[in-house]
């Protein structure tokens, strides 16, 4: 298990001045990302970037709501509810309620798959690893754990093992599982901020 702490997380201003990301994590074979996990403040209204030849799983993780609106309609962007869409859908942001916080999980469908879950309800909650992949829990809210391990908002637990993560009321996280594809022993994860 490791544990990337949000306070830890490196601010990395929008060459367009519309917001700031922080990276959490990537996984690469080779030069080639397999996937990207990271957090964006979006400060305004404007256009995504494309990210041609991957998938993308979005998810308001504070402030308002946000429409995505494309070619074929608008999908919405609720608080800590995921949405999924072709990295390449040219999409623009309108903000429904002032500046939000999103968390992007960004992979190539050919390498990998990817699936994000809330977890807000009070109790025990196991997690379990693909076979083959990871499991990222991303706090929303509250103070969850993990064994004796107390968590915080925006901090990032990996886990390649079975875990339990236990929530009580006001506690909130996003179950991020990310299943490879080919068995790649090759896929190099690196943490953000190490």
């Known amino acids: ?94 903000l429904e309620a002032g500046p939000l916080t999103d968390l992007n999980l960004m992979f190539d469908p050919a390498l990998c798959d990817g699936n994000v879950t809330l977890r807000d309800r009070p109790g025990a909650h196991p997690v379990t690893p693909p076979a083959s992949g990871i499991t990222a829990v991303h706090v929303l809210a509250g103070q969850p754990s993990i064994g004796a391990q107390v968590l915080a908002p925006a901090d990032t637990v990996f886990l390649t093992n079975p875990a339990e993560i236990t929530l009580s009321d006001g506690d909130a996280v996003l179950d991020i599982a990310i299943r490879y594809l080919d068995q790649s022993d090759d896929i190099r994860l690196c943490i953000a901020a190490r």
């Not at 990207?36 to 709501?65: C, H, K, P, Y």
């Open 1 to 94: 298990m490791d544990i990337l702490r949000g306070t830890d997380l490196v601010d990395v201003p929008w060459k367009n001045g519309g917001g700031i990301t922080r990276n959490i994590a990537t996984a690469q074979r080779g030069d080639h990302t397999a996937w990207r996990l990271s957090r964006a403040d979006v400060r305004q209204d404007g256009a995504f970037s494309n990210f041609a030849g991957l998938e993308r799983i979005l998810t308001v993780v504070s402030g308002g709501d946000m429409a995505l609106e494309h070619s074929g309609g608008t999908l919405h962007a609720a608080l800590w509810q995921p949405v999924r869409f072709d990295g390449a859908l040219e999409v623009f942001a309108r």
